[in-house]
């Protein structure tokens, strides 16, 4: 936690040129939580120099011409050609990595994964799934509904009830998981490439952030594959007890957009571990890297009808999901509204069900902090994935003794953020589509309307794509609008408090708990916190830190359940419980 001289690493790869720098910690490339302020400013400078270099390179040559003879003019021509080409080339390949995202979704499988074959939707019906960047239809999948939906969960069924899969022993579906976390990680460019493609995220952090951690996810739960296991337990009379912890059937998994082959791992690595069959349904708008998933899947080994992939839309594919009886379980990820319509239609047949749902995460800064890191902190908990993440640290409460210098630098560290194509050196992208980002802008015209005070952004950027302003907010009131319902979207909401009781009660005054954050160096504050705050997650001077061993979940209206970790394989798994008679025991 203490800085320390900063390593700086130049990479040139698929998508141009890179500069990291990072503070040296362990497996810090995973995202940029860690990276020196100075960052951008290389980055920058980086792209700036290979412009010059690629002009330089012309004027060296024409100089040579002008001053050398022709016997030594050939080997600075051929220095001068190849700088050009290498700069060209350099500052080509993040467009050249866009039109390879474009090729490789155009090269999927664009069907519905059931029962191990890829087939079109029982309808004959496509969905359309549209680049943020541009608001252009990249391609057309196939848009399953309530008829291929009972298709799924039928193959679902006769691969768990007949198939090898549950039969098998847990090493070997340990191993076939393996082999689909190696896929993975082998093709993981091409992941990389839809994620950004498909959701507008920066291309840096699906190679280094939601692909590997991905993988990662399904080989920590490819590890517990064969350590599950029930208990011996002694009870009284001529007899002995023990439990089986055995697989629940057919899952449902629905997960969201923001996330998408990130939350498929968080769903099917412990589905999956545990030897049930999984019915995926993908959100409407981001279907393209489960598609790529269900290709991988097949070439590991994965016996037909364990993974069934159905695209389509909420209303019609999620809805008959849910309401399926041949359905035991259903997990979700998305907003609380929808959240609670799923768990209402599941009572109607008793389904076990798991919901990570939304959040307006509080995060409490101290006067004992260091500021500036403390400012680059809680924007990262902010802004990180667009604020389109349900932990987003939405609701940012900064001690009265500092809160107006913590106001400044928050706002110059917004409008110092880069906006643009995600397939560039940018910390920002476009929202995911045209819904969420009206909903956004909104929500925005809210704070005005309710006098908040606007220190920056509040508007649309560019004339393409959904690009919003990185926006900021101070003086906001916990009664405001923005305070009090969860944006998913680049605005920082900064409020003033003055004593830790009093924060503690305004950070649970909200329907929600999935996470928080607390910045101080005081260990007393700390704990008084961390245990007031009523949140599923805390993180103490840092945000957005996940790793697969650690349970992920929320109190009241933020889910049931908890993904990640032990904790979740128990969401996947019934314990029976067996009697048997003790003849004439040695022991007891």
């Known amino acids: 936690t203490q800085p320390v001289a900063p390593n700086l690493v130049l990479s040139s790869g698929v998508g141009g040129l890179r500069a990291l720098i990072y503070c040296g910690r362990r497996r810090c490339d995973r995202c940029r939580a860690c990276i020196a302020p100075d960052a951008r400013t290389v980055l920058g400078s980086l792209r700036q120099s290979l412009q010059v270099l690629c002009g330089l390179s012309t004027n060296m040559q024409a100089l040579a011409a002008s001053t050398l003879g022709a016997k030594s003019i050939a080997p600075v021509l051929g220095v001068c050609s190849k700088l050009r080409c290498f700069s060209a080339q350099a500052l080509r390949r993040d467009e050249m990595t866009a039109d390879d995202a474009i090729h490789h979704a155009q090269a999927l499988p664009r069907k519905l994964l059931i029962n191990g074959e890829w087939v079109d939707s029982v309808s004959g019906k496509q969905m359309p799934v549209v680049d943020p960047r541009t608001e252009e239809v990249i391609c057309k999948v196939a848009e399953g509904d309530k008829a291929d939906v009972a298709k799924a969960v039928k193959a679902a069924r006769q691969a768990f009830d007949h198939g090898p899969w549950p039969k098998m022993t847990a090493k070997e579906r340990g191993r076939i998981m393996y082999r689909l976390a190696d896929l993975m990680e082998r093709d993981r460019e091409e992941l990389a490439q839809l ?63 923001n996330f998408p082959l990130l939350m498929a791992a968080w769903k099917l690595g412990p589905a999956l571990a545990c030897g049930n069959t999984v019915v995926l349904k993908t959100a409407e708008q981001t279907p393209l890297t489960a598609l790529k998933l269900g290709a991988l899947a097949q070439e590991a080994g994965l016996p037909p009808g364990v993974l069934n992939i159905i695209s389509g839309y909420g209303p019609t594919a999620g809805a008959a999901l849910v309401e399926h009886p041949d359905v035991d379980k259903i997990a979700f990820t998305g907003s609380t509204e929808v959240g609670k319509r799923i768990q209402a239609t599941a009572a109607q047949t008793l389904k076990a069900v798991t919901l990570e749902l939304g959040g307006k995460s509080p995060v409490v800064v101290c006067p004992d902090v260091d500021i500036d890191k403390a400012v680059a902190d809680t924007h990262f908990a902010l802004f990180f994935n667009h604020g389109q993440c349900c932990a987003a640290g939405s609701r940012l409460f900064v001690h009265e003794s500092i809160y107006d210098e913590f106001v400044e630098k928050s706002t110059k560290a917004a409008q110092n953020r880069r906006v643009g194509d995600p397939f560039g050196d940018v ?162």
């Open 195 to 257: 994620e950004t493609l498909d959701n507008g995220k920066p291309i840096y952090f699906s190679r280094n952030a939601d692909v590997p951690l991905s993988y990662d996810h399904l080989r920590y739960y490819a590890g517990w594959a064969d350590k599950l296991h029930g208990k011996t337990i002694p009870v009284d009379g001529p007899y002995w007890a023990y439990t089986l912890h055995e697989p629940l059937g057919v899952v449902g998994q629905i997960i969201p957009w």
């Open 427 to 588: 910390d920002q992208g476009p929202q995911v589509d045209e819904d969420q980002y009206k909903k956004v802008l909104e929500y925005i015209d809210h704070g005005k309307q309710e006098g908040a005070t606007l220190q920056c952004g509040g508007k649309p950027q560019g004339k393409k794509g959904y690009f919003v302003e990185p926006t900021v907010f101070s003086d906001v009131k916990d009664s405001m609008k923005i305070s009090r319902e969860e944006i998913f979207g680049p605005v920082q909401c900064i409020s003033k408090w003055s004593n830790t009781d009093e924060v503690i009660a305004r950070c649970n005054d909200t329907a929600y708990g999935l996470a928080a954050g607390v910045f101080s160096k005081n260990i007393d504050t700390v704990n008084t916190l961390v245990r007031g705050i009523r949140s599923g997650t805390v993180w103490v001077n840092c945000y957005n830190v996940y790793d697969a061993a650690v349970p992920f979940g929320g109190y009241k209206e933020s889910g049931l359940g908890r993904e990640k970790g032990e904790y979740a394989l128990s969401n996947y798994m019934q314990v029976k419980a067996v009697y048997q008679p003790l003849v004439n025991p040695a022991w007891r």
